[in-house]
Nanobody, 123 residues
């Protein structure tokens, strides 16, 4: 699985961004998808994940109520809608694919990774 993320950028606090991640391959719907982030000096964390069918989602407490993950299996794409952004959300964001959603949400690991996209939130 090859993943390519888009949509990062610079935004003021309180603003919104939507990240997209396009996946290659015909088996997209068989993979759980996730978004991770890593800020300088901090460990990578899974901020959101979604099951292959899209029926189950996970959102980290740090972004709950502000970030929403979704997917379009017909377009092999996963999205992360980020609202009410804060400076602490500044990080490199990565999309990821895994056979089991739990390895992303519980272990902060994944099977496949896309390249990162920088999100910078100014105060």
């Amino acid at each position: 699985v090859q993943l390519q993320a888009f949509g990062g950028g610079l935004v003021q606090a309180g603003g919104s961004l939507r990240l997209s991640c396009a996946a290659s391959g015909r088996t997209f719907s068989s993979y759980a998808m996730g978004w991770f982030r890593q800020a300088p000096g901090k460990e990578r964390e899974c901020v959101a994940a979604i099951s292959g069918s899209g029926r189950s989602t996970y959102t980290a407490d740090s972004v709950k109520g502000r970030f929403t993950i979704s997917r379009d299996n017909a377009k092999n794409t996963v999205y992360l809608q980020m609202n009410s952004l804060k400076p602490v959300d500044t990080a490199v964001y990565y999309c990821a694919a895994a056979g089991i959603m739990g390895i992303m949400t519980s272990l902060n690991k994944s099977d496949y990774w896309g390249q990162g996209t920088q999100v910078t939130v100014s105060s």
